[in-house]
């Protein structure tokens, strides 16, 4: 035994156990993420419970809880039907239940407002759509759904149309708003005041058509009853999707499974964010993930190759290396709280008053924005670029800088054709820790510039296409506004894993990008710091 600690074999397994705790760790957050989202769009079976009271109740068993000293075994049921019951779950004691069954003419509606119903279909009113009605009523449900649909998209396009509009009118107003400040010419303003008048007259034309269509669209109707037949007469336009899962097979249901996760990844977010899509704020995250690589490598390669080849040694340079080191554990929320007060209220106000004049009060990039959460969080990461780029300078054997300036080569040249391209893997490993802290963080961005829900992109087709001034969404903040803000956070559970588990998915694959990128780079150069 003395041999056998005197040769360290302890702390060698020491040191395995404390791996594998921490591998054990990383994959059990995973399999739990992986599990409570990737199961969220499956469609459950429906279940109808015969209370031993003579009620009756229909929904998605999500949960059983088991007989304790204070309570028997309890099932929790999904009952859906906010706007009926107050509430999306109830839990029941087992003792209480007759019995259970799942009624194939179950139904469930994905609303746009208030949840989703569970009921059994009633009856259709089909006015206004070229419809004939079928023995089917489910039939004709579904095809009546399909109808408005296409109708819905059709006046999706005058929305596009009318948005477009309202943008060049918008345009217009603020170069009219321009000129009258400059005191331009008057020609010139009545020339733009015409034009924006012609738009808006059009835009006025096709609001009212898109009203008057709108109106048309919400006369067919379905009317469903719930498990103790109460009724609820449905506009067919608030229904997303109607499904009967207790009569679809495996197939039918991956099909809607594979519907569900494409509407996550392409639509927008309904239901104060906790149905609908993700779209903006995937686009926001991964927007703002890009505009802060952008600021913060070559601030942070330019800083370390400074330090490293150029600075003097002596107490000065100690005094910044401790600098940069503490401000990479400085809380994130401090960098949040100076962005907003330099780049927002400073520089952004600044930028105001000499550009945009016209515009004050109303601030145009003395605001939130995309721009100033992006450099606010390069300014975090900062620190971890210089680090990192700083090591893998410091890699490079000093016969190698000899060699190139003894071969007449400057001190820049050798710098810039043999100590970066060595220093290469280093500096992508500075990177990649950048862009895996900045993507996760949430507190700075709530100060500059992220929202619950952005009204449109910080990219469009409107002149100049980029409009950094603009806020965003955000995944993380979107965890946080869900699971912590939501109104109903029980139902709103699974969203929260479901985007967690596809901001981690984001996360990996820049990450995974970035290290492949490395790993190329440390085979055609030859170190092995990294």
Wanted: aromatic letters at 8%.
């Amino acid at each position: 035994m003395s041999t056998f600690r005197k040769q360290g074999e302890p702390k060698v397994w020491a040191t395995a156990a404390a791996l594998s705790a921490t591998l054990l760790m990383i994959a059990t957050l995973l399999v739990v993420v992986m599990v409570n989202g990737l199961g969220y769009f499956w469609p459950s079976d429906l279940t109808l419970a015969a209370l031993k009271d003579g009620s009756k109740l229909l929904g998605e068993r999500s949960a059983r809880e088991k007989a304790t000293a204070a309570h028997g075994e309890r099932l929790q049921f999904k009952v859906g039907n906010r706007d009926l019951y107050g509430q999306d779950y109830r839990w029941v004691d087992r003792t209480d239940i007759a019995s259970l069954s799942t009624p194939a003419d179950a139904v469930a509606l994905e609303r746009r407002e208030h949840g989703n119903f569970y009921g059994f279909l009633h009856s259709l009113s089909l006015e206004g759509l070229p419809l004939q009605p079928s023995p089917s009523l489910w039939a004709d449900l579904e095809k009546a759904l399909s109808l408005v649909a296409a109708s819905r998209d059709r006046l999706a396009g005058t929305e596009r149309e009318m948005s477009k509009l309202n943008g060049e009118a918008e345009s217009l107003r603020l170069k009219i708003q321009k000129l009258a400040y400059g005191k331009g010419d008057q020609a010139r303003i009545d020339d733009l005041t015409r034009r924006r008048d012609r738009l808006l007259t059009r835009f006025n034309t096709l609001l009212e058509r898109l009203n008057a269509e709108m109106e048309e669209l919400h006369k067919p109707k379905a009317l469903f009853t719930d498990a103790s037949g109460q009724e609820k007469e449905i506009p067919l336009l608030d229904i997303v999707r109607a499904w009967r899962p207790n009569d679809m097979g495996v197939p039918a249901k991956a099909a809607f499974y594979a519907g569900k996760v494409g509407e996550m990844l392409l639509d927008e977010p309904r239901e104060s964010n906790t149905e609908g899509g993700l779209f903006p704020a995937i686009f926001g995250t991964v927007m703002m993930v890009m505009l802060m690589s952008v600021f913060s490598l070559p601030f942070g390669v330019i800083a370390a190759v400074y330090l490293r080849e150029y600075a003097r040694e002596g107490v000065i340079l100690r005094l910044v290396r401790i600098a940069v080191n503490n401000l990479a554990g400085v809380p994130s929320i401090v960098y949040g709280v100076f962005g907003l007060g330099f780049f927002v209220y400073g520089i952004g106000s600044s930028i105001d008053a000499f550009f945009y004049p016209e515009r004050l009060p109303t601030p145009t990039f003395g605001t939130g924005g995309i721009l100033w959460a992006s450099l606010t969080l390069a300014l975090l990461t900062v620190p971890v670029v210089i680090v990192s780029t700083e090591e893998g300078l410091a890699s490079v054997p000093k016969g190698l800088r000899e060699g190139s300036l003894s071969l007449g080569a400057t001190k820049f040249q050798t710098l810039v054709r043999v100590v970066l391209p060595m220093a290469t893997p280093g500096i992508m490993t500075g990177m990649i820790l950048a862009m895996a802290r900045a993507a996760g963080e949430v507190a700075p961005l709530m100060l500059v510039g992220v929202v619950k829900l952005a009204p449109s992109l910080p990219i469009d087709g409107t002149f100049p296409f980029f409009h950094m001034d603009r806020k965003f969404m955000h995944l993380g903040f979107h965890i946080y506004d869900v699971g912590f803000q939501s109104p109903n956070v029980e139902a709103a559970k699974p969203m929260v894993f479901v985007t967690t588990l596809l901001l981690l998915a984001i996360v990996i694959t820049a990450t995974s990008t970035a290290i492949v990128i490395r790993n190329r780079m440390k085979q055609k150069y030859a170190t092995k710091a990294f």
